[in-house]
């Protein structure tokens, strides 16, 4: 293969990408700043935390040291909860070189700003081409080499083709998309729809509430995503739908499990803590919110998730108000 690749980020995603490069080849590099999960990694050769009861190869290599993990790469992945990107972008920038492509794999947009993260990224390395990977791909099947399909994403078409060609194997196929806006819209919005579906679970609503919410939810995704110089067709691919669908429907989906504990009556604060891990569809709503109100984008599902999250609506009353806003036609 020939490139070396570095992961800023020890999470499930960026773990599972990493098998995947190192039973190719791939020489790896994965950075951390929890010591605990570089030990596990290096000397039980498993991630504990965040995927559990995966062998990681030998090829993977993990270091608390980000100057050293940068400066042996090619390609940087960063692997970061959305809203650090712009915290690890700026601190390691400094070792950071200008011919490095860097690839993101997280899926939200930055609440402070309401950019996008590729926006983000070329602000804080604006010498740096910027892929973005996206698509339905849970990393507990990606590691276990079930048959998984994602798109990539940049304003420069020739980074791109590199990273579909370094990602690609017989298990994990990639395609492209110039639709870089789509791409990264469709990935972000996908997890609020989750949350609210898992909440409809945790209530127990049945099949007929979730092919709603999932319906109406991808309604929103394209209104939003238009405004914001999306296409709509990249809506109707593996970055819209295709995620969308995974992401509601799945137990691995860390959205819809928080989700189904807030539908159950747990306070969102318990939800995440019980799953352990970073929900983005919780900032993607506060973030969204925001967008959606300065745009003037109908997004009634999303607001809907506002109100229960941040300011303690009742579920069930959250569903009721939906169920009987003014009558309409089915338009997107």
Same mark, same amino acid.
């Given at each position: 293969?020939?490139?070396?690749? &570095?992961?800023?980020?020890?999470?499930?995603?960026?773990?599972?990408?990493?098998?995947?490069?190192?039973?190719?080849?791939?020489?790896?590099?994965?950075?951390?700043?929890?010591?605990?999960?570089?030990?596990?990694?290096?000397?039980?050769?498993?991630?504990?935390?965040? #995927?559990?009861?995966?062998?990681?190869?030998?090829?993977?290599?993990? &270091?608390? !040291?980000?100057?050293?993990?940068?400066?042996? @790469? !090619?390609?940087?992945?960063?692997?970061?909860?959305?809203?650090?990107?712009?915290?690890?972008?700026?601190?390691? @920038?400094?070792?950071?070189?200008? !011919?490095?492509?860097?690839?993101?794999?997280?899926?939200?947009?930055?609440?402070?700003?309401?950019?996008?993260?590729?926006?983000?990224?070329?602000?804080?390395?604006?010498?740096?081409?910027?892929?973005?990977?996206?698509?339905? +791909?849970?990393?507990?099947?990606?590691?276990?080499?079930?048959?998984?399909?994602?798109?990539?994403? @940049?304003?420069?078409?020739?980074?791109?083709?590199?990273?579909?060609?370094?990602?690609?194997?017989?298990?994990?196929?990639? %395609?492209?998309?110039?639709?870089?806006?789509?791409?990264?819209?469709?990935?972000?919005?996908?997890?609020?729809?989750?949350?609210?579906?898992?909440?409809?679970?945790?209530?127990?609503?049945?099949?007929?509430?979730?092919?709603?919410?999932?319906?109406?939810?991808?309604?929103?995704?394209?209104?939003?995503?238009?405004?914001?110089?999306?296409?709509?067709?990249?809506?109707?691919? #593996? &970055?819209?739908?295709? !995620? #969308?669908?995974?992401?509601?429907?799945?137990?691995? @989906?860390?959205?819809?499990?928080?989700?189904?504990?807030?539908?159950?009556?747990? &306070?969102?604060?318990?939800?995440?803590?019980?799953?352990?891990?970073?929900?983005?569809?919780?900032?993607?709503?506060?973030?969204?919110?925001?967008?959606?109100?300065? #745009?003037?984008?109908?997004?009634?599902?999303?607001?809907?998730? %506002?109100?229960?999250?941040?300011?303690?609506?009742?579920?069930? %009353?959250?569903? %009721?108000?939906?169920?009987?806003?003014?009558?309409? +036609?089915?338009?997107?």
């Amino acid at each position: 293969m020939g490139l070396s690749v &570095s992961f800023l980020g020890g999470g499930s995603f960026g773990t599972a990408l990493s098998v995947m490069l190192a039973k190719k080849g791939v020489q790896v590099n994965l950075w951390d700043r929890k010591s605990t999960i570089v030990e596990d990694i290096n000397v039980k050769r498993e991630n504990i935390k965040y #995927l559990h009861k995966v062998l990681i190869p030998k090829g993977v290599k993990a &270091s608390t !040291d980000g100057e050293k993990v940068i400066k042996s @790469s !090619d390609i940087l992945v960063l692997a970061v909860p959305s809203q650090a990107v712009r915290e690890v972008c700026g601190n390691f @920038s400094q070792f950071i070189d200008k !011919d490095q492509i860097i690839v993101n794999i997280a899926k939200g947009i930055e609440t402070k700003t309401g950019e996008r993260l590729s926006q983000v990224i070329e602000e804080e390395l604006p010498e740096n081409k910027v892929v973005v990977l996206s698509g339905p +791909s849970h990393a507990e099947e990606v590691a276990l080499d079930i048959p998984t399909t994602v798109v990539v994403s @940049s304003k420069d078409m020739e980074a791109c083709r590199k990273i579909q060609n370094l990602f690609m194997t017989n298990k994990f196929r990639v %395609y492209t998309n110039e639709d870089t806006v789509g791409v990264e819209i469709g990935g972000a919005v996908k997890n609020i729809i989750a949350l609210a579906a898992g909440i409809s679970d945790g209530i127990g609503y049945g099949d007929n509430s979730k092919a709603a919410l999932m319906t109406r939810g991808i309604a929103e995704i394209v209104r939003i995503g238009e405004r914001l110089g999306g296409r709509r067709e990249t809506f109707s691919g #593996l &970055s819209g739908i295709g !995620d #969308l669908i995974v992401t509601c429907t799945s137990m691995h @989906s860390r959205n819809r499990k928080a989700g189904i504990l807030i539908g159950q009556g747990k &306070s969102v604060k318990e939800a995440v803590k019980q799953v352990n891990m970073v929900v983005e569809g919780i900032s993607a709503c506060q973030a969204f919110h925001e967008l959606k109100s300065k #745009l003037n984008v109908e997004m009634p599902i999303t607001e809907a998730l %506002y109100e229960i999250l941040f300011l303690g609506k009742d579920p069930r %009353y959250t569903v %009721y108000e939906l169920m009987t806003r003014a009558k309409k +036609s089915e338009v997107y």
